[in-house]
């Protein structure tokens, strides 16, 4: 009877042991798969750290940009603002036709005088001025030349001079000069000569247009530009040329050998200097409207891309916030679980325990009743 009742509780022990061997693989397993979930979500939230630290790290230089933008944007408007301003001046200060005595102000801007017949601007092509263009290095000498010659009117004919000059002393408005497109060349002394070779006819070194060249040749045909008036003194002295010498500072030695030069007033208007400073003001402004377009262009741009940051670096940290929670709940997930394989190996340590005790005593049953068996046989 107490073999039977080991054997049950054997049957019993084993049983439970069978059990709890299942359930020992199904936590392994299931172990197994919380810890690889885990290590793959501190990986990915690694990973997340890393690339909200990218993300930063673009955000930042990209705000870096955008303030280095916002600063050259004010620049360019100031610089722009400033260059505008001059630009406008220089502009009134031409079309008014301030840098003209009050005769030809008045014929170039349309003047009136009450009770007199009016001349329209129209009949006039513009002053001498209007048809040079000159480089910088020779501006002073051609200013020092013309002179007052180049606010001389263009017309088309003798006859719109005579109404023009009759239009100013009607209207009492002063004096000016009026050069028809035909103008009679007078005979030129000639430059061909072999101690002028060095000298520069100064019109070789302007722009003239086409159709006014024949007044520009009359106004500067016989002007040769010098280094000093040194060297202008020597090449006069020798006989043959009977022109103007000019030197790039604006000295002049006259046909009859007059000098004129020295320093200008600082009060004084240049022309040329002034039409210049349009030209290269406007070109200026421009360029600074096209750099100012392409750096709002920029900052527009940079502006969208730093949102487009914080957007992706807002969506980077719940992620990470997710991730923090989600591996939170596995590690206790892992700790119960450890905790339970503990357990049910314990369980069965004491099982398998408590098995062997049983077979030992089932086995020291059937030795005794082997032993009192032979006793019996004996007997």
């Not at 001349?119 to 290095?137: K, T, Y």
Request: hydrophobic share 35%; proline share 3%; net charge negative.
């Amino acid at each position: 009877r107490m073999i039977e009742d080991l054997a049950r509780r054997e049957a019993n022990e084993s049983r439970e042991i069978e059990e709890n061997g299942r359930r020992s693989e199904e936590l392994g397993r299931t172990l197994a798969n919380l810890r690889s979930g885990l290590a793959a979500d501190e990986e990915g939230l690694a990973e997340l750290g890393r690339r909200r630290e990218e993300i930063g790290d673009e955000l930042e230089r990209a705000r870096g940009e955008l303030a280095e933008c916002e600063e050259r944007i004010t620049e360019l408007r100031e610089e722009s603002g400033r260059k505008t301003s001059r630009l406008s001046s220089l502009k009134e200060f031409e079309e008014s036709y301030a840098w003209c005595n009050e005769g030809v102000k008045s014929l170039m801007t349309g003047g009136k005088d009450p009770g007199r017949q009016e001349i329209s601007p129209e009949v006039f092509l513009g002053l001498v001025a209007d048809h040079i263009q000159v480089p910088r290095e020779y501006e002073t000498a051609v200013e020092a030349v013309l002179g007052d010659k180049l606010q001389y009117v263009v017309v088309k004919s003798h006859n719109d001079g005579i109404r023009a000059i009759d239009y100013l002393k009607n209207a009492a408005l002063g004096r000016g000069s009026f050069v028809p497109l035909e103008v009679r060349p007078h005979v030129s002394g000639g430059t061909d000569f072999e101690h002028l070779r060095e000298a520069v006819p100064l019109i070789e070194k302007i722009t003239v247009q086409e159709n006014y060249r024949p007044i520009v040749n009359e106004l500067l045909g016989d002007v040769l530009v010098i280094p000093d008036l040194v060297n202008g003194i020597s090449l006069w002295r020798q006989n043959g040329f009977c022109g103007t010498f000019v030197t790039p500072e604006g000295d002049i030695i006259s046909p009859s050998g007059i000098l004129t030069g020295g320093s200008g007033n600082g009060g004084e208007k240049s022309l040329l200097r002034n039409r210049r400073e349009i030209a290269e003001l406007t070109a200026e402004v421009e360029t600074l409207a096209e750099d100012l377009q392409k750096a709002q262009e920029g900052r527009k741009q940079t502006a969208s891309l730093i949102a487009q940051w914080d957007e992706e670096l807002l969506r980077i940290r719940s992620q990470i916030h997710l991730t923090e929670l989600r591996i939170n709940g596995l590690r206790k997930d892992v700790e119960r679980f450890e905790g339970e394989t503990r357990q049910v190996a314990e369980r069965l340590k004491i099982l398998e325990f408590n098995r062997e005790n049983i077979r030992t005593e089932a086995a020291e049953a059937r030795g005794k009743i082997a032993a009192h068996e032979r006793e019996i046989k004996s007997l």
